[in-house]
């Protein structure tokens, strides 16, 4: 086969790289927060969870949706980044003054006035994350993910190690705030260095316009995306306080690692890759076909092992104190799969240009997700949560369907794509309930370890038998990561945009 023509095998490696840098980097937040979790109270991340809220709601408006227009634009890649820039500063700026503005209207709509100091230091996250917006979006359009794996990682180990030097000297929750500060401004740093752009006095007026245009609907896919992945924490830090958010939030964590970065991975790649397919005029499922059968098979089985393991996740990494976050991880990872299974459906329609039909789509799962949380939400967090996995069934399902309606899929191929992440989830599921009755009681750490031999086995014994088309492809997909790995000191080393 032309490997002109396919993108796979760059698309492989660059899915390797890019979930490796995210999986990686999230991983040693998840340390750092398995400290921080002995050393802090439950009411104490609520009280940054619900600061971090407004954050993504505001950030969801970020540069206007330039910087996804920088990545679809198929030319003019300096003036469409010079765009870029201007829009993301000017927001930052403006940003940072209106939430010192608004800090205490916004803390009185949560009922916590005293997260306003919080909202205030904050809000300096806006500009600072502006700055460095323009290059991430070029190391994304150009397709560049090993030069992204040095911030990425930077971010997540200065706030880690900031956050519990600070927790660890008394400063309570300040101490995640000035963590989260370190870290953002460190990556923001090096993505000036290891991005060799650099912006100019001058602004392409001719294409301010279009770039805006293409990103309105964006912004309303981002705006709508941001309220409905976060209007469970909004609820719960309006009606069940900032303790309950606690547990919430820490709880929300074990998915997001192990399921939902996943999908912002596989997003950062697939989205320019099907931009670069569709701008070439070839067949669009070559590309997203294989990305839903490799998701499904990440994912699915990845929360089924979580939802059986949840307990022994809990305890070993945080502790006794948060027992009542088990419930809520195992509901928020199944809300976290079915996500991950239609999110990529939402990629492929930016990529033909049709944003807006994601806005409409994102609108219809927002009206039916409010009241069914608010409902939810007189049972407590954990009925919350359930609330999201019902709603979350519906829409992967319509995303799906989308899916099959702007390419050349039928339905049939979809089901396809996910069957062997449905059947290798149904082994693992019984592999674990049987080893863990076997097992008896054992300790946290044994139980765990135990339990993954048990998953990697199950699922390469279903992939050899009952799919060798996916096993080999998994077996391909692992030696060129390892052949790509060999020459990585090099690879960083010049790692850089032309």
Known sequence: MNTEADPTPGLVVNLAWTVGTIVGSRLVTLAGLAVLARLLAPAEFGLMAFALVYITYVTAVGDLGTGTALVYWPSRRDDAAQVTFVVSVVMGVFWLAATLAMAPAVAAFFHNPGGQPLLRALAWTFPIQALGATHEALCRKSLRFRAWLVPEFALAGVKAIVSVGLAAAGLGVWSLVWGQLAGQVLRTVLLWTIVPWHPSARLPRDLVGPMFVYGRSI????????????LDVLIIARALGTTALGFYQLGAKIPEVTVTLLVRGVSYVIFPALSRVHAECRDLSGTYLPTLRGVGLATIP?????????????????????????????????????????T?????????????????????????????????????????????????????????????????????????????????????TVALLTWRAALGPAGLLVTLSSSLVVVLSASLFVLRWADPEVFGLVLDGCRRVIAHMRTTPARLARASLP
């Open 219 to 230: 912004v309303g896919v981002n705006v709508l995306s941001a309220i409905v992945h976060h």
């Open 302 to 342: 990845g929360a089924a092992a979580v939802v059986v393991l949840a307990e022994p996740l809990v305890l070993l990494l945080f502790g006794t104190r948060w027992t009542p976050s088990i419930p809520v991880v195992q509901a928020l990872t199944i809300a976290a799969c079915l996500r991950a299974l239609g």
């Open 344 to 428: 990529h459906a939402g990629d492929l329609l930016k990529a033909v240009g049709r944003p807006d039909v994601l806005v409409v789509l994102a609108s219809l799962k927002a009206v039916a997700l409010l009241p069914a949380l608010l409902l939810a939400a007189r049972r407590g967090m954990v009925a919350v949560a359930a609330a999201t996995v019902a709603v979350g069934a519906l829409s992967m399902v319509l995303n799906l369907w989308l899916s099959c309606r702007h390419t050349r899929m039928g339905a049939r191929a979809v089901l396809e794509a996910l069957r062997p992440g449905v059947t290798t989830a149904a082994a693992v």
